[in-house]
């Protein structure tokens, strides 16, 4: 991982595994600093050096949104047209284009200001969620996104490569599912936190199985993982294919719905159509306990060990292939939850055949918030305004949902070579930070 | 570890293996046996596809006797392996897992009858796009540079194959195209890899997900809008004169079209050129000890970038094949995840372009047999035959295989002292 790319953020959100862990995440999260920190020779950030920090980023998201912008400018052919009639009329076409592609991403991530602005003064509380719809949807977008995130931050802090949240995300939500549908009469209260347990069971030991593999025999967890996740899928697959044994029963290849009992509460319940819910607050929750148990615990101190160098911890009495069972584990639970609050919280069934994309996404996420739950969480947040400003732009200025994987691309190039921003705005360099690395190939 | 200790491990190995041998035998006969009437006769037919026919008889034979002597040689191969052992095991268990197969074919085509021919050449056009994968693969991590990016790179193949193969009304086009496609893909990998010290890992995903949305936006925005854009001309099978009509083998290996023969060049040729030749042994150097080939005047920059654009051209190839070799125009995603199967090849078949394609066969067997299984109408969902290949590459690379070790510096960015 870039030396760069860490320093710049790594105040503000991430945390990397290295021998000065517990030191680094005291100064991170705004706790007093244990003795251990002051061996740490850093400069305490200044207030200028903290923006500095936040500023590649930020160019990044810019950059990435002023190349998608010529994408779109250059593949329409309505400036073309434009430009025959005149150069000044290519120009304002293409700035219209610009303008009305971007205003409709903005309005569809974060809602229309002027909607907004006159829902506060009005007071009408209706008219409030109304208003901020759009961003309750990048919310519950970024749901999943955050839980799949952080089962694939986690293996990377322990030293494994799981490619495999796209099955965990299957098995889990097929045990999720039948949890939620075959249990009746249990009150919420027992209903739903064993629906989501069941989540969370489904992907750990479905995850488990990589890990068990490689402690035992050393065979390689992404090659395991990609060959579960076809399983997983195929699995899936016949489960609620037409007379499969989870299917409806009535000629369509989806699950019963769940009971009511297990539904995970919508945050808006008299809107209908806002679908954030509790799910959200799990989200953020979950993303520090994660923190908690990587960074405070012992377990999560043997599994960042573990990631550091697996032989040095052998040496050290660690048992390393008990620790990738561990870890393999609370990430595919994680993944697990991504389903679960997917099917609790917003689809209430279990679909067939239909490509999540969260293992793919996942990697990314993990990768952009440097396996830090904060930086997770984060990147989780960016990428879902990125999706649903998309749906909105696609709905309104005809631009195909596609540009959003365009601008995901970009962003995570730039951020991962920071000295490209640099070159091209001439941000002068911040000191070196350490040498980190998150992903040691295949090793 | 002591000497002792290791002959007790290798006792161990020996004894599961031979333990491997008489399960597929005890599964061929509790399978396959009861299922299976005493009067169901199998025929393998070996037909030959479009005008090359090469008279043959078909393989008619009771299913039940074939379904002995399968378990009885798996057994005896047991045997053998308890007795005195193999000196190869594991070509051996390839060999026993072989049985297996065919003893699951003689009673899935019971009563009925299946083309043999068109299922190994099937297999092998199967094959072929998870080979190139594969060889892409070990072109960049021979070389140190982890690839993940090759489903993007592929895809970038296809789209490009079918935009300038209809554009440019030949399939000379198309293929050219799709190289550089893909190796415009590997050049960004290239750069920030080894210019910008990129997590390699970070690199490749960021390709896959910018080609994944570079390729669907613009399908969008053109090849659907503009059918015409998205009907590239196909590759032609060619016969290859003299061995083209070899019974079985000519049909199975010689009458395929360009792509598939270059494929097979391509990993012949990347073999030896990786193992016999200046350049692989500078390779193999600086995926394995970057320092040490710095030290005697290899550079390891130029290394890098030549071996990844390399491969990024045979990833195109990869993509180019899936449009220009078999269904003629480009849809969104439609690697369909081949890439990283073809990464799964690579492990499998550790680094080695021969082990690479054997595996790729192997996936490409599984592909074809569903198909056909299909068909014959076999009572088992055709998910779990789906399954059953990656289940298959599970328990071999856990059980029998054992470690598959990468190139010592895979992954980690080269910094000049």
């Known amino acids: ?318 048992n390393v292939a008990r620790n990738y069972v561990i870890t393999m584990a609370i990430s595919g639970g994680l993944a697990g939850l991504a389903a679960s609050t997917d099917i609790l919280g917003v689809l209430r069934f279990m679909p067939n055949a239909f490509h999540s994309g969260y293992g793919f996404d996942a990697i990314a996420l993990a990768l952009l918030g440097k396996s830090h739950p904060l930086g997770v969480v984060l990147a989780s947040l960016l990428f879902g305004a990125l999706r649903a400003g998309a749906r909105n732009m696609q709905g309104i200025a005809r631009v195909p949902i596609d540009i959003t994987s365009i601008l995901q691309g970009l962003i995570i190039v730039f951020i991962a070579a920071p000295e490209i921003i640099r070159l091209i705005y001439r941000v002068r360099q911040l000191p070196k930070g350490e040498e980190i690395d998150l992903t040691h190939g295949w090793g | 570890m002591t000497n002792s200790l290791r002959i007790g491990e290798a006792r161990r190995r020996k004894r599961r293996m031979g333990i491997v041998f008489f399960v597929f035998s005890l599964a061929i006969l509790l399978l396959f046996t009861p299922g299976t009437r005493a009067d169901d006769v199998t025929t393998f037919t070996f037909v030959t596809a479009r005008g090359m026919e090469i008279p043959i008889a078909d393989l ?38 072989g049985f297996f197969v065919l003893a699951f074919l003689t009673w899935a085509a019971r009563g009925r009858s299946m083309n043999m021919t068109g299922m190994l050449s099937s297999s092998l056009l199967r094959a072929v796009p998870i080979a190139l994968a594969a060889l892409s693969g070990i072109m960049c991590e021979r070389s140190g540079v982890v690839n993940i990016g090759i489903e993007g790179m592929m895809l970038m193949g296809a789209f490009c194959a079918a935009l300038f193969g209809s554009l440019g009304g030949s399939v000379w086009i198309g293929l050219l195209a799709a190289m550089l496609g893909g190796g415009l893909m590997a050049g960004l990998l290239a750069v920030l890899a080894i210019r910008y010290k990129v997590d390699q890992i970070v690199a490749g995903t960021a390709i896959n997900i910018l080609a994944t949305g570079l390729t669907s936006y613009l399908s969008t925005r053109y090849l659907q809008v503009n059918p015409a854009l998205n009907r590239p001309p196909t590759f032609s099978p060619i016969a290859i004169p003299g061995v083209a009509s070899i019974p079985i083998i000519g049909p199975v290996l010689f009458t395929h079209t360009l792509p598939v023969y270059l494929t097979l060049i391509l990993v012949a040729g990347i073999f030896i050129m990786l193992f016999y030749t200046r350049w692989g042994l500078r390779s193999r150097a600086v995926g394995e000890h970057p320092r040490a080939a710095d030290t005697l005047g290899v550079n390891v920059f130029k290394v890098r970038y030549v071996n990844v654009l390399l491969g990024g051209l045979v990833a195109g190839l990869g993509g180019a094949y899936l449009v220009l070799a078999s269904v003629a125009r480009f849809d969104q995603l439609m690697t369909a995840g081949k890439g990283f199967i073809g990464l799964a090849a690579m492990i499998f078949g550790k680094w080695n372009p021969i082990g690479a394609l054997g595996a790729s066969l192997i996936f490409g067997f599984a592909d074809a047999l569903q198909t056909r299984l299909a068909i014959l109408a076999v009572p088992i969902p055709s998910q779990f035959l789906l399954m059953a290949p990656y289940l298959v590459t599970i328990i071999v690379l856990a059980g029998v295989v054992g470690q598959s070790r990468a190139p010592a510096a895979d992954g980690r960015p080269y910094e000049k002292e």
Request: include cysteine.
């Open chain 1, 1 to 318: 991982m870039n030396k760069e790319a860490h320093e710049t953020d790594a105040r503000a959100s991430t945390e990397v595994p290295s021998d000065h862990d517990d030191a680094a995440s005291d100064r991170n999260t705004g706790t007093e600093p244990t003795p251990r920190a002051l061996t740490v020779h850093e400069p305490k950030p200044g207030c200028r050096s903290r923006l500095r920090t936040l500023l590649v980023p930020l160019l990044a998201i810019v950059t990435a949104l002023i190349i998608g912008a010529l994408v779109i400018v250059f593949t329409d052919t309505s400036v073309y047209a434009a430009f025959e009639e005149g150069f000044l009329q290519g120009i304002v076409q293409a700035l219209v284009v610009i303008i009305r592609a971007y205003s409709a991403f903005y309005v569809g991530a974060f809602g229309d200001p002027g909607q907004i602005l006159g829902a506060l003064l009005s007071g009408d509380t209706t008219r409030i969620i109304r208003a901020v719809y759009p961003l309750t949807e990048t919310l519950r977008t970024a749901t999943p996104y955050i839980f799949a995130g952080l089962a694939v931050a986690v293996g990377f802090q322990g030293g494994l490569f799981n490619i495999g949240a796209e099955g965990q995300y299957f098995i889990a939500g097929l045990t999720t599912v039948f949890v939620g549908y075959a249990l009746t009469g249990l009150p919420a209260l027992i209903h739903l936190p064993l629906a989501l347990l069941a989540g969370i069971v489904g992907g750990a030991l479905w995850a488990a199985i990589p890990g068990y593999l490689k402690g035992k025999t050393g065979a390689h967890e992404v090659i395991n993982t990609i060959m579960l996740n076809y399983i997983a899928f195929r699995f899936a697959e016949y489960m609620l294919d037409v007379g499969g044994p989870m299917a409806r029963g009535d000629g369509r290849p989806v699950s019963p719905e769940i009971q009511p009992s297990a539904y995970l509460p919508r945050l808006f319940p008299g809107q209908i159509q806002v679908r954030l819910n509790a799910g959200f607050l799990l989200a953020l929750l979950v993303a520090w306990g994660v923190w908690w148990l990587l960074f405070k615990t012992t377990i999560g101190y043997e599994i960042r060990t573990v990631g550091h160098n697996p032989r040095a911890a052998k040496y050290a009495g660690i």
């Open chain 2, 60 to 97: 008619i034979f009771p299913t039940l006797v074939g379904l002995y002597l399968m378990a009885g040689l798996a057994a005896l191969a047991g045997i053998w392996q308890f007795a005195k052992g193999f000196e190869h095991p594991n070509a051996v268990l390839g060999v026993v897992a």
